[in-house]
């Protein structure tokens, strides 16, 4: 099992910026590819960015690439979202998520993704 909790949502004005983490913790953790998607509100949860376990390889959504940079710290067992240049349509619950097995390849498909934080609310305001 691996258990993520993420921090650092808040709210902010439109080109601020703002980082979110998320904590993991249990079996094997930093061994696993992690990804953030977020949810709008009667929207679907879409992917945002991932990374590799190594920390080696990032990858984006065309709606945040260039304005968000995600980051891991595998001794700390975190992995964290920097975003830039924020705007309206950024307001989302964001998740962080684990792969459901580790050692393998970064994913923007959220079934391949067996753990999942609780989320934290991030709010840009015009």
């Known amino acids: 099992q691996v258990q993520l909790t993420e921090f650092g949502g808040g709210l902010v004005q439109a080109g601020d910026s703002l980082s979110v983490s998320c904590a993991a913790s249990g079996r094997a953790s930093s061994h696993r590819a992690m990804g953030w998607f977020r949810q709008a509100p009667g929207k679907e949860r879409l992917f945002v960015a991932s990374?590799?376990?190594?920390?080696?390889?990032?990858y984006y959504s065309d709606s945040v690439k260039g304005r968000f940079t995600i980051s891991r710290d595998n001794a700390k067992n975190t992995v964290s979202l920097q975003m830039n240049s924020l705007r309206p349509d950024d307001t989302a619950v964001y998740y962080c998520?684990?792969?459901?097995?580790?050692?393998?390849?970064?994913?923007?498909?959220?079934?391949?993704?067996?753990?999942w934080g609780q989320g934290t609310q991030v709010t840009v305001s015009s």
């Open positions: 998520a684990a792969r459901s097995h580790p050692f393998t390849s970064t994913s923007s498909s959220s079934s391949d993704y067996g753990y």
């Open positions: 990374i590799s376990f190594t920390g080696a390889n990032t």
